[in-house]
């Protein structure tokens, strides 16, 4: 019998009990169209593009921040864990693998 706190969701297992989201309008470099997050967490995220993605293939976007009056960039890189397209428009669903930050 399957554990009941994980389901399979477009070829990858999705615990129930994942990170926590914030919702966010984020706009993201990605891409030439560029992107915006729809929520975010510690292990992922969900963002909005013109652009397609691949099932299972890995992304690469930035986020720019300001600490301490300082611009960043957090770079981020994940695996593609869910696509969908909805009024030309995709929504990717990324789950990270690597982050860090350089200078704006």
Same mark, same amino acid.
């Given at each position: ?10 070829? &990858?297992?999705?615990?129930?009990? $994942?990170? *926590? #989201?914030? &919702? ?5 470099? &990605? ?7 729809? @929520?975010?967490?510690?292990?992922? !995220?969900?963002?909005?593009? @013109?652009?397609?993605? *691949?099932?299972?293939?890995? !992304? ?9 009056? #300082? ?11 869910? !696509?969908?397209?909805?009024?030309? #428009?995709?929504?990717?669903?990324? $789950? ?6 350089? !200078?704006?």
């Amino acid at each position: 019998m399957q554990n009941p706190t994980n389901t399979v969701v477009e070829g &990858y297992q999705q615990s129930l009990d $994942r990170a *926590e #989201r914030v &919702y966010a309008t984020l706009p993201l470099g &990605y891409g030439a169209a560029g992107a915006t997050t729809q @929520n975010i967490s510690a292990t992922g !995220v969900l963002f909005s593009t @013109n652009e397609d993605a *691949e099932l299972g293939s890995t !992304v690469t976007f930035t986020v720019e921040v300001v600490l301490d009056g #300082r611009r960043l960039n957090l770079v981020c890189e994940g695996k593609v864990v869910r !696509v969908e397209h909805q009024n030309g #428009r995709t929504s990717v669903a990324a $789950r990270l693998s690597d982050s860090f930050f350089e !200078v704006a």
